[in-house]
């Protein structure tokens, strides 16, 4: 083995103990204890007011005002106890308690190229399990006070941090990007178009070095007016069929998640379910809508589905003789109910009785049926 070689046997094995240290340290770290163990440096007053400024006992935050009234003390002299604790908190002896999960942390946006969503930081480093009140406040409490970590607070953007200085120089100019990316092409993208798309621009070439591909992915995260569809892709938050509004584009939401016809009492509850707006739907109302829109086909008893699956309005006879032209010869019974079946949810009987009753269909012979040709004078 020669020295290269050498050099990377070390280095991959280096990167197993940090990948392992780095699982280690996720599944022991519970935030809630952690700040626990700072306050102890405080007084019971200093305590008390942290606790209940940062909801550390994942109850709601309280204001200066609400605290100074419960002690009887003016607001301000709330905000001088609050500015001494987080003074006090700063200091060396704490700071050795505090570090390893400020670590573990600057570790976790580091991998997302250096910025992140606060959601995103609570679910990679909180599990279900630990996803408590306390434990999410205290983790926000560690962000909030520790200096490495830069806020991105703006509008139309999500709650985030960075670790870098002056984040928004680079985040704002690649969402803004993004969203032109995606309204140029009207329609929800995978992230792979979305960054092909951003790497032959200008501003990527001139900060190449500072965007990568995390730290691109973490922007559409951050993005206010951007959302991540179910499949992985994204889209612009005002499109329809990104976030629908009214009962119609809900209930073309679900139909086109579902890929098949469902009664239209199901598509209410799949709407209910949802949860779009947290507002339940009543299924006359979702009916009424389905009646009224072409985009919607009525393909058996109260079933529908999506003209855009290719499926056409009509009786079963108009789907029958649509078939017959469409072949143009005759067509077995079997056949004839088996194309009907793709694009109808009704009994075969009704088939057959369409076939043997309507005057547009007659007999060829045994079982087989073609369009009755009409004499013309």
């Known amino acids: 083995m020669n020295n290269e070689e050498k050099q990377q046997t070390q280095s991959s094995i280096l990167d197993k103990i940090i990948s392992i240290n780095h699982k280690n340290a996720l599944q022991e770290f519970e935030p809630a204890k952690v700040v626990s163990s700072v306050l102890e440096n405080l007084k019971p007053r200093e305590k008390e007011v942290i606790i209940k400024r940062f909801a550390l006992q994942g109850e709601a935050k309280q ?170 892709r994204w889209g612009l938050k005002y499109w329809s069929n990104i976030n629908p509004k009214n009962i119609r584009d809900k209930a073309l939401y679900v139909l086109r998640k579902y890929k098949k016809p469902v009664h239209f009492r199901t598509v209410a509850q799949m709407i209910t379910e949802a949860n779009f707006d947290k507002k339940p739907v009543n299924s006359q109302a979702v009916h009424n809508e389905l009646v009224k829109d072409k985009k919607f086909v009525l393909v058996g008893r109260g079933i529908y589905g999506l003209s855009e699956w290719g499926l056409k309005p009509g009786t079963v006879a108009n789907v029958i003789k649509e078939i017959l032209e469409k072949e143009g010869k005759p067509l077995s019974k079997d056949e004839i109910i088996k194309k009907v079946l793709e694009v109808r949810q009704v009994n075969p009987n009704t088939i057959v009785l369409n076939l043997q009753e309507k005057p547009q269909f007659t007999r060829i012979k045994k079982c087989t049926y073609g369009l009755k040709k009409i004499n013309k004078k």
């Open 63 to 232: 204001t200066l005002e609400q605290i100074g009234k419960e002690y009887s003390v003016s607001r301000e002299r709330i905000r001088q106890i609050e500015k001494m604790s987080l003074i006090k908190i700063n200091q060396p002896s704490s700071k050795k308690i505090l570090n390893p999960a400020i670590n573990l942390l600057i570790e976790i946006i580091k991998e997302s190229g250096g910025v992140l969503t606060e959601e995103k930081i609570i679910q990679k480093t909180l599990n279900s399990i630990k996803q408590s009140n306390e434990n999410i406040n205290a983790l926000k409490f560690i962000l909030e006070t520790e200096d490495k970590f830069i806020k991105i607070k703006q509008e139309k953007l999500k709650k985030s941090w960075s670790l870098l200085k002056n984040p928004q120089r680079l985040t704002i100019p690649t969402i803004l990007s993004f969203e032109k990316i995606l309204q140029k092409a009207q329609k929800v993208q995978e992230s792979d178009y979305i960054l092909q798309k951003i790497k032959i621009q200008e501003f990527y070439k001139q900060n190449q070095l500072m965007l990568s591909d995390n730290f691109l992915l973490s922007c559409l995260e951050i993005s206010g007016n951007i959302m991540k569809t179910e499949d992985g």
